[in-house]
């Protein structure tokens, strides 16, 4: 028998209000006989058998990215199924279970339809939902990557930073051309501005910069980027990074081109009443002691090339130190 659904997370643009800001407009979706078999079981991490297969299945055509569909419920599957509880099923956040329950796979394998909550003015657009910690990258206004993340936690730090040349605070033609880290003290505040951005310029590889050790970084507000890290746990955890699980951020950078428009949904206000505020600005920190210094890479390091999205300039640093900037 055919189930009715609310899905309150699938939105798009909707009528304006008097303010002439963008109201979201909640879609109902009907869920039709399943083609799938039901379950007779929880689906928890470390299980396995065909319905994991099923799930891992559905789960990839939903575009949950839950890692290799292979019928084993790993890490990867785990996070994907967070995703869906928090975007699809409303689960608060920070109490995500990454558990299946039979209820919840007559919903999954039902008719779910994750709508975008705005037109973008680019084909390809993401959207990061802060309130559920979960970013989604669109393609004619269609689901291409849904993902678990965590954002900045808003606490005030003060670190001992490494920062790779080309990133920001050693990415002047001179430091770009000498190869070497830079090692400091700074300090600053953990904050992911509400607003619209468009990404601007990308990494490749592990990177050392202000906000911590990023992974294949996209960047799009000053030094904040959508990134793969190894800790991406079930609440706010960053320096004001996106972090997104490393077998997702092995794809995320495909999914996104030089000047797409993400959105940031902070839930407080709609991101076109901020416009595209920078993130707080990060100062020396007043109690690092230790002189400033720079490190020559060893001989023979490759280092990762870092390079603005296609369509713009291009700047690779090689391991002979010697700066190009391609067209």
């Known amino acids: 028998m055919a189930v009715m659904v609310v899905v309150a997370l699938a939105v798009e643009r909707g009528a304006n209000d008097g303010d002439g800001q963008p109201q979201p407009t909640s879609t109902t979706a009907q869920v039709a006989t399943p083609s799938l078999p039901p379950i007779d079981r929880e689906l928890t991490e470390g299980v396995q058998g065909e319905d994991v297969r099923n799930l891992q299945t559905r789960l990839a055509e939903l575009k949950f990215a839950p890692g ?76 291409s990557l849904i993902s678990h993340m965590s954002s900045g936690d808003g606490q005030p730090w003060c670190e001992e930073v490494i920062i790779d040349p080309g990133e920001e605070g050693n990415d002047s033609p001179e430091q770009i051309a000498k190869a070497e880290q830079v090692k400091l003290g700074v300090c600053g505040e953990s904050v992911t501005p509400g607003g619209i951005f468009t990404f601007y310029k990308r990494s490749t590889g592990t990177r050392e910069t202000k906000l911590g050790t990023l992974y294949n970084p996209v960047y799009f507000n000053a030094g904040i980027a959508v990134h793969g890290a190894i800790l991406v746990p079930l609440k706010p955890a960053s320096h004001g990074c996106i972090r997104i699980p490393m077998s997702v951020a092995t794809v995320f950078p495909s999914m996104v081109q030089y000047r797409d428009r993400i959105y940031v949904f902070d839930g407080v206000k709609e991101p076109e009443q901020y416009g595209s505020p920078l993130p707080p600005a990060d100062r020396p920190d007043p109690n690092y002691t230790t002189v400033p210094t720079s490190t020559t890479l060893p001989v023979g390091t490759s280092v990762p090339t870092v390079t603005t999205l296609p369509g713009s300039p291009s700047t690779i640093v090689g391991s002979s130190g010697v700066t190009t900037t391609l067209p």
């Open 68 to 143: 290799p569909i292979d019928g084993v419920y790993g890490r990867a599957t785990v996070q994907a199924v967070w995703a869906f509880e928090k975007l699809v099923m409303k689960v608060p956040r920070e109490e995500a279970t990454g558990v299946v329950t039979p209820q919840m796979w007559d919903v999954l394998r039902g008719d779910v339809q994750i709508l975008p909550r705005r037109n973008a003015d680019t084909p390809r657009h993401a959207e990061v939902y802060l309130q559920e910690q979960v970013i989604v990258t669109f393609l004619g206004g269609r689901p």
